[in-house]
Structures are given as C-alpha cells and as structure tokens.
C-alpha cells in the first residue's frame, strides 16, 4: 500500500516540476531584450579626406559619415547640453568600430588617464562596437583601441 503512495506522490511532484519548467520556458522565451542606451545609426554621407583612405588602405570598409551624438544631463534642476562626435563609422571582418581622427590643436598624450578621458565615454554607450580607432592623418596611422575588459580587478 505504501508503495502507491510513493509512486504517487513522486509522478506528482514531477508533473508539478515540469509544469513550472514549461511555464518558466515560455516566459523566458517571451521576455524582450534588454533595450540599448544607444543603436548607432549610420550617416550615409561619407565624406571622402584623408582619414577615410588611410583606413581603406589599413583593410577597414567605411560604412558611416561624421555623426554628433546628443546628450542631456540635469544639474541641480538645470538642464545642460553636450555631445560626442564621431568621425566615421567603420567596418573589417572582426566587427564595426568607431573612428576619431587627430586634431592639429588637440594632440593624444597616449597615457591611460588620456585614452579613458577621450574614448571610455564612446564605448560606453556603445558597449556593441569592437573598439575605436584613432586615425592619425598626419602620420598615416591607424590605431585601435579596445576595452580590456579581462584586466578589471573587482576586489
């Protein structure tokens, strides 16, 4: 007798198992993606210079134009307005990157503080890119820039 009880029991407990898993599984299936601070939308008005050939020439496709990215913050009650700017939008096989170019009048110290101060807020709001790269027009280099993000020490 004891027996069906526990079989009975156990066949139970299963259903009511399988029951929740199901019903875990569908709204898991039915939950939304989490929404993105920012999608980069792409400038289609690429203008040709110096910066563009020497990315074509380094391998990287040009896929976006010059592109301000608005931002709004509330200080103290009063709104204040800025943007970031983006130079080109560019392409290879191992991903999308945002491109800045050099400036005559604002030259990279290439120190940590520099490069977290000018390129830290770009792959921040744009945590889907692969990095940036920093297209130097008078030397004809290119350089990338990546969040090392296997370096943190969350101690």
């Given at each position: 007798?004891?027996?069906?009880?526990?079989?009975?029991?156990?066949?139970?407990?299963?259903?009511?198992l399988?029951?929740?898993?199901?019903?875990?599984?569908?709204s898991?299936?039915?939950?939304?993606?989490?929404?993105?601070?920012?999608?980069?939308?792409?400038?289609?008005e690429?203008?040709?210079?110096?910066?563009?050939?020497?990315?074509?020439?380094?391998?990287?496709?040009?896929?976006?134009?010059?592109?301000?990215?608005?931002?709004?913050?509330?200080?103290?009650?009063?709104?204040?307005?800025?943007?970031?700017?983006?130079?080109?939008?560019?392409?290879?096989?191992?991903?999308?990157?945002?491109?800045?170019?050099?400036?005559?009048?604002?030259?990279?110290?290439?120190?940590?503080?520099?490069?977290?101060?000018?390129?830290?807020?770009?792959l921040?709001?744009?945590?889907?890119?692969?990095g940036?790269?920093?297209?130097?027009?008078?030397?004809?280099?290119?350089?990338?820039?990546?969040?090392?993000?296997?370096?943190?020490?969350?101690?």
């Amino acid at each position: 007798m004891d027996s069906r009880y526990d079989t009975f029991l156990v066949t139970a407990i299963c259903a009511v198992l399988a029951i929740w898993a199901l019903y875990a599984f569908r709204s898991w299936l039915r939950k939304p993606e989490h929404p993105r601070l920012y999608a980069i939308k792409l400038n289609e008005e690429i203008e040709e210079g110096p910066a563009s050939a020497i990315l074509e020439e380094n391998g990287y496709e040009v896929i976006g134009g010059r592109l301000r990215v608005p931002l709004s913050f509330d200080v103290n009650g009063e709104s204040i307005n800025s943007g970031l700017y983006i130079d080109y939008i560019a392409e290879r096989d191992e991903g999308v990157y945002i491109v800045k170019t050099s400036r005559r009048r604002k030259p990279i110290e290439w120190s940590g503080s520099e490069i977290r101060d000018k390129f830290l807020p770009l792959l921040l709001l744009y945590p889907e890119v692969a990095g940036i790269l920093y297209v130097d027009t008078e030397e004809g280099t290119v350089r990338r820039i990546e969040l090392n993000a296997d370096e943190w020490n969350h101690d």
